[in-house]
């Protein structure tokens, strides 16, 4: 079965910057596309950024764009979501998550990602 862990997070001043990284296992991924959502306390969750694993077709929310970057390693079986320019409103438990249909762009829904990482938890101090 598909099985994703996140990993990278932690505490980083505003202005800082952190790695995140998915491990994928189980699934067939390069028909799939990855997604980063995050949630913060009291708040629903909200997509961040998704790639094609295949063409690395890419799409940002417009929060994060300019300052996230989302990338993956075919070998490593791996997705990475590098944020720079932290924020104290990036705090929140960031979750990896995978859609296993064939779309023409990425999506930002979260009904569509049927595989979720447990979400590791980024702290952003002013």
């Known amino acids: 079965q598909v099985q994703l862990v996140e990993s990278g997070g932690g505490l980083v001043q505003a202005g800082g910057s952190l790695r995140l990284s998915c491990a994928a296992s189980?699934?067939?991924?390069?028909?799939?596309?990855m997604g980063w959502f995050r949630q913060a306390p009291g708040k629903e969750r909200e997509f961040v950024a998704a790639?094609?694993?295949?063409?690395?077709?890419?799409y940002y929310a417009d929060s994060v764009k300019g300052r996230f970057t989302i990338s993956r390693n075919s070998t490593k079986n791996t997705a990475y979501l590098q944020m720079n320019s932290l924020k104290p409103e990036d705090t929140a438990v960031y979750y990896c998550?995978?859609?296993?249909?064939?779309?023409?762009?990425?999506?930002?829904?979260?009904?569509?990602?049927?595989?979720w990482g447990q979400g590791t938890q980024v702290t952003v101090s002013s």
């Open positions: 998550a995978a859609d296993p249909r064939r779309r023409l762009f990425p999506s930002n829904a979260k009904a569509d990602y049927l595989y």
């Open positions: 189980g699934g067939t991924f390069s028909m799939y596309a």
């Open positions: 790639i094609k694993w295949l063409d690395e077709n890419t």
